[in-house]
Each structure stands twice: as structure tokens, then as C-alpha cells.
């Protein structure tokens, strides 16, 4: 690896963004225009079906959002022709050949000019329908790996996954990659193609014997989650971003890859300004619930590792490590785990204490324009007490407990009543938390060590502060306290 200045290797350079209106996206989009205003060209990526829905996605899910005041006070007047010379919105998708580029001009134009593809563009829904989850986090990599070799200029493609493509394991997790066929539980025959032509059998199926929207819906959301255990991930999501990096293994030729994989990414520690986040993420849902008094209890081993990394911090990771890697040809793909497990790791005892101290501080206010009171959390310690708190919490009140030995003949059949679909639809919603709540492992981060040495001691000394990414630096009480909380009330919350 060679690193010089970052600052300086963003000078003049077009880089493609996919997913650009998603939350980590944006932030480095953000993060370009303000530390190198002299980049060239910064094209984004969109699902939109014209040039008016992809200028209005861009005005309003992009640039208008306040992640962005900074470098609109920093500009002032000059923002609107600053944003219109350096973003240019593609019309595209990744889940389609070509990225579904229909202009030819543009289409050549970008594979001319282009020097970096970042792919951020993923479906993150636990339960995603398996068509669509297959389309973006799987075929999509494979789509953007066949594009990227047709860029004349490109120096480099990194790619974002996720550090829970591991599943369940347990111990230290390594930067290893997925090997193409290999499951997580070893049942053999694990097979993308075959996974695909299934889909579409699925589809065709259930065109043909006339299913309604809601119905394929239902049943791609039952395959994925079939398909996902059976070769021992625990939901589709993780399943289809994993064969996603099979593909990433098996096809780069002699591309120079990152593959970046973060763990649970929360709010920004210091950059644009403290405390950004968009929209209610992952495990911020329970804090909210509680926050409402709506939560009483959290499934969680409190001695456990809860695995949280900043978004600022993920985006400065990304950069350096592009650095690092453009233009140096490798066999190997570079694995990046970007988390705090192993460095600086929180316990889930700790964040719900902070959880306590901060809404008794600062309660919730109701609609009526009351404080909400909340009490210390029953913590259920594992999947057992889990299983009997839902049981007693939820089944019991909704037939009474003079029917409890019907409703227990019912439960533990899993019989098709009414009753016994409401249970199976909170506890599918609950298990796919439970893999975070209980997960019993920590991320190796030693490449991630390496480069964050490396960027010391050879980089620009003057850009160390700059792009920051070591989680050491956090303290975790003032940042929970007063910057991440805070943070998800005022930007994420809906009061």
C-alpha cells in the first residue's frame, strides 16, 4: 500500500456513488465537497424514472437535507452553482445490466472520466422481499463489477457490505472474504445462478396460477428467509450481501478492490457537526420505544459487546483505504472491518443505563404535553426468557387464562389461527434483532489497525485529524449521552 494525500488524490477525480440518498452516502458526499471543492465530478446514482423525479430526489432527499448546513453557510451564495458544476444524477439501477444507463452519451462519457466507483446501494430490510434483496445486494455487485471493467481510467471500486455477513459465529470474527459456495452451517450446494433461477421460478409460479401483489410479496419475503437459513444465515438481508461479496471474490480479475464492512453504524461523532442521523436505525428503534414508555424489556446478554462505529467515522475509513489501494493490482481483495468490538468495545448493560439516565434527564414529551417516566429495563438475558416474556406478556391477555391450555395447544402447533399468526409476526420481527441482541463475537480489525498506522506515519500529517476513524477516541458515555441520543430525537424521531 502507498498513501500520500487524500486531499490532493480527490483533486480532479470523478467518482460514481451508488445508493447516493442513503444515510451513509450522503455523508460522503458531504465529506468531498467540503475537505475538496476542486474535486471534478461526483456522479450519483438513482432509481428515478425521469430527469425531473432524479432533480427532485437530489434537491430533496440529498442536498436539502440539514447534514449539509455547513458547507451551504461555508459557500453561501455560491452553494446552488457549487452543487450544480460538481453532482451530476444518473438515472440507473444497479440491480440491471449496464446499471440501466440508457443514455449512451452519458454512458460512455462516464466510462471515460470515471476514476473511482463506490457501491453503497443496498436493500438493508431484514425480511426483504428475496427478488429484490437478490437484485441489488447480489446481482448488483456483480453488475457494477462488469461495468467497473469497462472504465478506461478507473483506479479503484470500493464496495460497502457489512461486518454480520459472518451470521451467528461466535469468537473473533477475521477480515476473511466469502468464498464463492461456502455456507455458514456447511450444507453443501450453495449456488448463486441456481439461486437466481429459483427466484424466477418462484415469480413465474405465482404469475401463473394468478397470486395478487400482496400474495408474491409475502411468498419472495417466506423464500428469502427459507432460502437464508438454510445455509445457516439468519435472514435475507445478510444472506444476499453475503453471496454479494462471492461475486465481489470471484469476478475482480485485476481490479483494485476495498471491501469496507462496518458494524452497526450510528450517528456522527464529530463531522459535518455532532450527532447527524437519518431515520430510526437498527437497534435506535428500542431506544426510541423506550423513550415513549412504549418498552418495558430488551433481549439482550448485558455482558454482551454491542458493536457500534460512528458514520463519520466508516466514511473517513473508506477514504484513506481507497487511497491506500488505487491503482496497486492484488489477488486478494482488501477487508476492512470498520467497528469498536475489539478496541474500544461497549456492553449492552452499558447502553441501556445510559438509556435510563438520559430520558430521566430529559423525558419524552407525550401529544397531551407530558413527560413520559421511564423505569430501569427488564433485561432478558437470553432466547428462552425471551420466548416465556412474550408468552405471558402478549398470548395470555389476548384469549384469558381460562383458555390456557387451548392457547398453549395452539402456540406450541403453531396452528394457523389468528392468534398464532399475530405471535409468528412479533417473533419473526424479534429474531432478526436477536442476532445482534445475542450475538456472542467481536470483529478483528487488524488491516483496519494497519491502515490507520499506516495513515500516521506515512500520510500527510496535516490530514490525520481530518479523516479521523480510530474508535478509541470516543468516549462512550459522552457520546451516547450527548451527542448520539440527542441526535436521534432531534434528526431521526417523530414526536
Known amino acids: 500500500m502507498e498513501l500520500g494525500s487524500i486531499v490532493q488524490f480527490l ?29 471534478k465530478k461526483l456522479y450519483l446514482l438513482l432509481r428515478t424514472t425521469d430527469t425531473k423525479s432524479t432533480e427532485h430526489r437530489l434537491h430533496h432527499e440529498i442536498i436539502g437535507k ?25 438515472a440507473g439501477d444497479i440491480s440491471r445490466e449496464n446499471l440501466d444507463l440508457k443514455d449512451s452519451i452519458l454512458r460512455d462519457e462516464i466510462y471515460n472520466q470515471i476514476d473511482v466507483i463506490v457501491n453503497i446501494a443496498a436493500t438493508t430490510k431484514f425480511d426483504e422481499r428475496y427478488d429484490v434483496a437478490m437484485g441489488i445486494n447480489t446481482l448488483g455487485v456483480q453488475n457494477i463489477l462488469s461495468f ?15 461486518a454480520y455477513v459472518c451470521g451467528e459465529r461466535e469468537g473473533l470474527i477475521l477480515e476473511d472474504p466469502q468464498h464463492m459456495g461456502v455456507s455458514l452451517n456447511g450444507v453443501p450446494g450453495l449456488d448463486i445462478e441456481m439461486e437466481m433461477k429459483l427466484v424466477q421460478q418462484q ?16 411468498a419472495m419475503k417466506d423464500l428469502g428467509i427459507k432460502r437464508a437459513t438454510l445455509y445457516g444465515w439468519p435472514n435475507t438481508y445478510l444472506f444476499t450481501k453475503a453471496m454479494g461479496e462471492m461475486l465481489l471474490t470471484n469476478s475482480k480479475k485485476n481490479m483494485p478492490i476495498v471491501l469496507i464492512r462496518p458494524t452497526t453504524i450510528s450517528s456522527t461523532y464529530k463531522e459535518p457537526f455532532p450527532g447527524w ?18 418498552l418495558t424489556f430488551f433481549p439482550a446478554d448485558p455482558q454482551a459487546i454491542f458493536d457500534l462505529i460512528p458514520a463519520d467515522m ?4 473508506m477514504l484513506v483505504a481507497m487511497v491506500a489501494h488505487a ?8 477487508i476492512y472491518h470498520v467497528g469498536s468490538s475489539v478496541s474500544n468495545p461497549v456492553r449492552y448493560h452499558s447502553l441501556c443505563n445510559y438509556g435510563l439516565r438520559y430520558f430521566t434527564a430529559k423525558p419524552w414529551i407525550d401529544r397531551d404535553g407530558n413527560p413520559v417516566k421511564v423505569r430501569k429495563v427488564t433485561i432478558l438475558s437470553n432466547i428462552a426468557s425471551f420466548h416465556r416474556y412474550m408468552f405471558i406478556r402478549y398470548v395470555l391477555p389476548l384469549k384469558g387464562l381460562e383458555l390456557l391450555n387451548e392457547i398453549l395447544c395452539k402456540y406450541f402447533q403453531e396452528t ?48 490525520v485529524d481530518m479523516f479521523y476513524f480510530d474508535p478509541k477516541i470516543i468516549d462512550w458515555d459522552d457520546y451516547c449521552m450527548n451527542i448520539h441520543l440527542p441526535g436521534i430525537i432531534k434528526h431521526a424521531s417523530k414526536r
Open 66 to 90: 440539514d447534514l449539509f448546513k455547513v458547507l451551504k453557510k461555508t459557500l453561501g451564495a455560491n452553494f446552488d452553482s457549487f452543487v450544480s458544476e460538481k453532482l451530476s444524477v444518473v
Open 416 to 463: 394457523c389461527d389468528d392468534l398464532n399468526r399475530k405471535l409468528r409476526v412479533v417473533m419473526r420481527l424479534a429474531s432478526f434483532y436477536m442476532v445482534y441482541a445475542f450475538f456472542n463475537g467481536v470483529f478483528d480489525n487488524m488491516n483496519t489497525e494497519k491502515l490507520l498506522a499506516m495513515a500516521r506515519e506515512v500520510g500527510d500529517p496535516r490530514e
Open 327 to 334: 491503482n496497486q493490482t492484488s489477488d486478494d481483495i482488501a
Open 203 to 218: 415469480l413465474n409460479h405465482l404469475q401463473q396460477k394468478g397470486a395478487t401483489q400482496h400474495e408474491i410479496k409475502l
Open 314 to 317: 466508516v466514511v473517513n475509513a
Open 11 to 39: 483533486e480532479d477525480k470523478s467518482i460514481l456513488l451508488t445508493g447516493a440518498t442513503g444515510f451513509l452516502a450522503k455523508i460522503f458526499v458531504e465529506k468531498i465537497l467540503r475537505v475538496q471543492p476542486n474535486v
Open 277 to 294: 442521523i437519518e431515520g430510526v436505525r437498527q437497534m435506535d428503534s428500542f431506544a426510541v420505544a423506550y423513550g415513549k414508555g412504549m
Open 148 to 162: 467497473s471493467h469497462q472504465c478506461n481510467k478507473l483506479k479503484m471500486l470500493v464496495h460497502v457490505s457489512t
